[in-house]
């Protein structure tokens, strides 16, 4: 099964093609603990050490960790003194995705279409430099305080980019077979939705793909409601999600309370091999949502004759969803944070390339479950 993200499906073609994005370039977490939390990636996640930018490089105020594995890096970031803008990012959010860094052959006229667009500037167009070459960077805004870095690397050989030394620690466990980032999840609130959809057409030339509304996605007590926008070449796939009315509170609600606004809700990570993967975080001990048993009883009425055998599954609490291009296996972490805001999906593609509509009333039932526990539905 190949590695690389999808190929491009029809449906995508009418993206504009202003803004051609090549691919998620990282995702920068801003976190208290640097240190630890690449410890927590590295020994139950199996990303490798890659680079390293803090006191050691000249930096006075942050520090960070890079980490890696196949296409997915991830940066790590935390202050290094009171009243910075990261700690003040922390105090209010609690850990969580700061920047989405998208690679484009050319960063000065992604951020001049995307400003000309309407986009708020983040970052103006600077080129860093160092030994190894040179890269060019520029950021806009998008929803809450979360913001897209844009990343021109063709002329930079480094390790990640320039400031940053080679991070080569003793410790390093195995990768657990991530490949690349399938999606990234978007919690906006209540009315927003249709905006950051508008946002991703005018400002990116992204298209709509997909759409959910409260009767695809709801249960006895909550709801929410879901577009899914692309870029053109179909290798960056941003789904929006606000809330829905239902009679309790609903997960996105819960969300965006905890978060104090809006902000990114989960990071799908794809494998080659769910069962393999899953299994190795488990036994590192990342923990699941569980759907009830009996889910598995209708599982090959539901979704059709599956390469996988079923036991595996249910032992994992895998879940599975077809659509009209082929079928999909799926799981979600609880939340990584000790708020009830990020978690991570993995995903094993086998043609579909939809995002598990089938299971979302087996998840959010779940979901309830722990919100329950919580004391917030
Ligand atoms: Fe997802």
């Known amino acids: 099964m190949s590695t690389e993200p999808l190929s491009i499906p029809k449906i995508y073609e009418d993206a504009a093609d202003f803004m051609p994005i090549m691919g998620t370039d990282y995702i920068e977490f801003y976190v208290g603990n640097s240190k630890q939390a690449a410890h927590y990636y590295q020994s139950a ?6 680079a390293y930018a803090g006191m050691e490089t000249g930096l006075k105020d942050r520090e960070s960790y890079v980490l890696i594995q196949d296409k997915i890096r991830l940066v790590l970031t935390s202050p290094l003194h009171s009243g910075t803008e990261i700690g003040r990012h922390i105090d209010k959010h609690g850990d969580g995705v700061k920047v989405t860094a998208l690679w484009v052959p050319d960063a000065t006229k992604a951020y001049n279409e995307a400003i000309s667009r309407g986009a708020t500037s983040y970052m103006e167009p600077r080129v860093e430099e160092d030994a190894d070459g040179k890269v060019v960077k520029s950021g806009i805004e998008i929803y ?3 913001v897209h870095v844009f990343i021109e690397r063709d002329d930079y050989n480094g390790i990640f980019l320039p400031g940053y030394k080679k991070w080569d620690p003793l410790y390093k466990p195995e990768g657990i077979g991530l490949k690349y980032v399938d999606h990234m999840v978007g919690n906006v609130e209540l009315g927003q939705m249709d905006e950051w959809v508008e946002f991703y057409k005018e400002v990116l030339g992204f298209s709509q793909i997909l759409s ?6 709801s249960t006895e007590y909550t709801a929410l409601m879901s577009k899914v926008m692309s870029n053109g ?7 929006i999600n606000e809330p ?4 309790k509170k609903s997960q996105i609600e819960e969300y965006i309370e905890f978060y104090e606004g809006a902000g990114v809700q989960h990071i799908a990570v794809a494998t080659d091999n769910i069962v393999e993967t899953v ?6 001990g990342v923990e699941f ?4 048993d009996t889910y598995y009883d209708v599982l090959l009425e539901r979704v059709g004759e599956i390469d996988e055998d079923i036991e595996p599954l249910k032992e994992l609490g895998i879940l599975v969803d077809r659509d009209d291009e082929g079928y999909l296996l799926q799981l979600f972490t609880r939340p990584v944070e000790p708020r009830p805001t990020l978690f991570f999906e993995i995903i094993q593609r086998k043609g579909a390339t939809s995002f598990g509509k089938g299971n979302f009333k087996a998840l959010f039932e779940a979901i309830e479950r722990e919100q329950e526990i919580r004391g917030t539905l």
């Open 45 to 50: 996640w199996g990303y490798q050490p890659l």
């Open 144 to 146: 809450g305080e979360t």
């Open 289 to 292: 949502l569980r759907v009830p």
């Open 279 to 284: 299994t190795q975080l488990r036994d590192r």
């Open 244 to 247: 829905a009315n239902g009679i």
């Open 212 to 217: 959910f509304d409260d009767k695809d996605i």
């Open 233 to 239: 070449n179909g290798r960056i796939k941003f789904p």
